[in-house]
């Protein structure tokens, strides 16, 4: 009975612990697995994440033997282009002119090109490409205007010019234009030094798109020893008039992509306001396509607008007989050939030509330059059409005393400017000059507008001055022409005798609008702060008073 019961004990015993052991392999293997999953999962996520690598790392690589392949053949190109240039190099004119006309097919014929005009142009790859270049590449506009420059002996009118032309343009205008500006000299240093003085006077205005400056490499001229003289004409003369044919053929191969019409200009002329618009309008109000030239000054190459799909004949033709004749004359033989029949006589000719020449009344650009671009030739012309133009402009400006340290020149004195009269002209100012108006009665003043030159002495313009005003309770002033801050800096520089600075003249002109903290004004003053290299005309006073 004992042993039995000891064999059931021990029965029972396994038994139990078969059951302990069947619930721990159990809990033990479902545990297991829960890891075993996880791992397969993370193990499923690298393998996509390295496959993904993979195919990245296989675009990445096509792309830069793409950039490889690009940077190889560009290499390439460099190489061939300069292997050319050695081989035209070294051989003849003659020979180069032969071999430039002979094609891979027989059957192919080959048209002229700049290369047979001026096959100089062949011994250099940069020949044609501008040496100096500023401007934002605009394109798509209505007018290009076209203003090639040289150096002077005695003065540059070049940023007189382009003051003029700018200031009479509208905002719209000035989106719808662009002005080119050929610094034509072979010397580069003297380009780069035009280039970087226009850069530093219109940084707006370059910025924006409406100016751009060119200058031609210096291989692009040809050699101008061997011009023989032709009409009377001295050698230097015959030099002056072909390199300028040269110029004018440049700015217009420039221009001819950039928009619909291209007006050609010089570096010495001052326009009428609305000038813009004026052309724009004559040139689409023509009743039919056919003119060639429409003329807004009756003086030589200046205010001739053509249409930019006619630029490549002409400048074709002026490549024909650049050396031959100066460009008014090419301009006329060229209607010629188009119109006139030789067995009619001259007056037959100038009707026919007359419809291809129009000519706008008055005139929208004025002659200002005295010393030609040509050395020792001084030339005063004036364009009758132009008219008489309005030097000064004159406003209501409150009561006032005006006194100045300048010496007024004859008859044109400060009172008459003030009072809107006549404008004020005085010789060249130094440095502490001023001008000063005092109110009989102190008057608080909104704004002010003051304008140094005018159209016929643009250039006789305030450089390097400043506007400064009085306030008739100074104190009150100077308290409140404080910046609200943490040590109350003042916002304006005070003068030794008590006027506040609050403007400067830019490009000629200062205006602006005055801090009504000031109160009451008891003065202004312009005073000139360095040397000016020119006489001075104040041609517009405005002082608008508060309301």
């Not at 993904?52 to 792309?63: D, F, G, M, P, V």
Request: aromatic share 10%; hydrophobic share 40%.
């Amino acid at each position: 009975m004992r042993l039995r019961n000891v064999s059931f004990l021990t029965v029972l015993l396994f038994g139990l612990c078969g059951l302990v052991s069947l619930s721990w392999y159990t809990a033990f293997s479902s545990s297991r697995g829960d890891v075993v999953d996880i791992y397969q999962r993370e193990f499923l996520a690298l393998r996509e994440r390295l496959h993904s690598a993979e195919q990245e790392n296989l675009r990445r690589s096509k792309e830069l033997n793409l950039v490889l392949e690009e940077i190889k053949r560009a290499i390439a190109e460099k190489q061939a282009l300069r292997d050319i240039n050695r081989t035209w190099s070294s051989l003849s004119e003659e020979t180069r002119l032969k071999l430039w006309n002979v094609s891979s097919s027989k059957n192919v014929l080959q048209l002229p090109s700049i290369f047979h005009h001026l096959p100089h142009l062949l011994n250099r790859e940069d020949s044609l490409l501008p040496a100096v270049h500023l401007g934002q590449g605009r394109t798509g506009v209505s007018i290009v205007m076209g203003v090639p420059s040289v150096k002077r002996e005695v003065h540059s009118y070049l940023t007189d010019t382009l003051t003029s032309l700018m200031s009479e343009l509208s905002a719209a205008e000035k989106e719808d234009c662009v002005i080119v500006v050929l610094i034509a000299e072979a010397d580069q240093q003297y380009a780069s030094s035009v280039a970087d003085n226009l850069k530093r006077f219109f940084p707006a205005e370059i910025q924006s798109g409406l100016l751009e400056v060119v200058s031609p490499s210096v291989h692009f001229y040809p050699d101008f020893s061997r011009l023989r003289e032709s009409f009377g004409d001295p050698k230097e003369r015959v030099r002056w008039r072909t390199k300028q044919n040269l110029d004018y053929c440049f700015l217009m191969m420039y221009a001819q992509s950039k928009g619909t019409y291209y007006v050609q200009l010089e570096d010495d002329i001052v326009a009428r306001p609305n000038y813009f618009t004026t052309m724009k309008n004559f040139a689409l109000q023509q009743p039919s396509e056919e003119w060639m030239i429409l003329e807004f000054s009756q003086l030589g190459f200046i205010g001739k607008m053509f249409k930019s799909l006619d630029l490549s004949l002409i400048v074709e033709f002026m490549l024909m007989f650049y050396k031959d004749k100066p460009i008014d004359w090419l301009l006329d033989h060229i209607m010629w050939v188009k119109v006139c029949n030789p067995e009619k006589d001259a007056k037959h000719c100038d009707r026919q030509k007359a419809n291809l020449r129009i000519r706008f009344k008055p005139s929208l650009f004025q002659h200002v330059g005295t010393h030609s671009s040509l050395a020792g030739k001084i030339q005063k012309l004036k364009d009758k059409d132009f008219g008489k133009q309005t030097l000064h402009k004159g406003h209501a400006n409150p009561l006032a005393e005006v006194t100045t340290s300048l010496k007024t020149y004859q008859h044109f004195t400060l009172e008459k400017a003030y009072l809107g009269e006549d404008f004020f002209w005085a010789f060249t100012p130094v440095a502490g000059d001023f001008i000063r108006i005092r109110f009989f009665t102190p008057v608080r003043i909104e704004r002010y507008f003051f304008r140094s030159g005018n159209i016929e002495h643009p250039g006789d313009k305030l450089f390097n001055t400043s506007v400064e005003v009085l306030p008739f309770d100074n104190i009150q002033a100077e308290k409140e022409a404080l910046t609200e801050g943490r040590e109350r800096t003042p916002k304006y520089h005070r003068t030794e005798d008590g006027f506040i600075r609050i403007g400067n003249f830019q490009k000629g002109i200062a205006e602006g609008e005055v801090d009504p903290t000031f109160g009451p004004l008891e003065a202004m003053r312009l005073s000139v702060i360095t040397d000016s290299p020119v006489w001075v005309i104040l041609s517009e006073i405005f002082i608008k008073k508060a309301d």
